[in-house]
């Protein structure tokens, strides 16, 4: 059964079998290093999945129109909403690793403890949790510097049918660094958005924020403008900012004691080491922090 999925994920993705190792999955490394059951029953959770398919794993995401799961098998997963603040459908300790690859930028700091929280309720002694997210650090300094090359995605929506797709109004490759910027955390306050807040924030006016309020007020300040309505009209917008500190804080916050920043593909796990499948999206761009119940 397992075989047959796998060859069948893997004509989803394009993948000519006779060129690929089809243990891409690393299964005798979980085989090894876990109890059956917690195969069996895919206790692995990759919250804010998408489309992500591992035959040990469980998919937590809230599928909508803006996310779609086109794929039989990834949709099988538990259907969850972070905004809801309601508790995640799984019994106390019995999750071996909880996993979130750039998803917490697209919820408030509210939901975002309480999914953490939710994670350390999950996880079992020893389990693990790692959290990706963009750092917003390194977009302030290449803000700061003037930086264009480092939001090299711009391209990527630059033709109409493209930039449209995402609820822009013009093309990226066009637009002030101020707000590309601003994009990355708060799209519905920068004038990018073509549903945001009726009164966005000009790059007079951001570049005036970061002069006169501390840092992480400012962010807070845009943040802030950015409506739960709205973005659960757009749940592809960015609505909150991240750095390693925050992180840290609010896993603490969580319950969680042992703490440590990592790095891309640097994972404590061996399974999550596996950038086929793990921290894909923008590695040069994002933080990674782990933490051990």
Known sequence: MIKNVINKTLRRLGVELKKVDK???NLKLYKKLYAEKSLEFKRFYNVGAGNFYHPYWTN??????W???????????????????????????????????HTIEHIKDEHAQFFFSEAHRIL????????????????????????????????WYSREKDYKRINLNQPLNGA?????????????????????????????????IFQ?????????????????????????????????????????????????ISGHGQSQSPVLRNNSLFDSTHPKISLYIEAMK
């Open 23 to 25: 243990d891409i999955f």
């Open 60 to 65: 937590i995401d809230y599928y909508s129109d």
């Open 67 to 101: 996310y779609k799961s086109n794929d039989k098998f990834t949709s099988k997963g538990i259907h969850h909403d972070l905004f809801s603040l309601t508790r995640i459908p799984l019994d106390n300790g019995i999750a071996e690793i909880v996993y979130s690859s």
């Open 124 to 155: 079992k002694n020893d389990g693990l949790i790692r959290i990706t997210a963009p750092d917003i650090d390194l977009h302030y300094r290449a803000y700061k510097k003037n930086d264009l090359d480092f939001f090299y995605w711009r391209d």
């Open 176 to 208: 002030s660094i101020e707000q590309l910027f601003l994009q990355r955390f708060a799209t519905a306050a920068s004038i990018l958005h073509a549903h945001g807040v009726k009164t966005k924030i000009s790059d007079e006016e951001l570049n005036g």
């Open 212 to 260: 006169e309020l501390k840092y992480e007020d400012a962010l807070n300040y845009c943040c802030d403008k950015c409506t739960i309505e709205i973005q659960k009209k757009n749940p592809g917008n960015h609505t909150n900012w991240w750095n390693n500190e925050k992180v840290i804080n609010m896993l603490k916050k969580a319950g969680f004691k042992d703490i440590w």
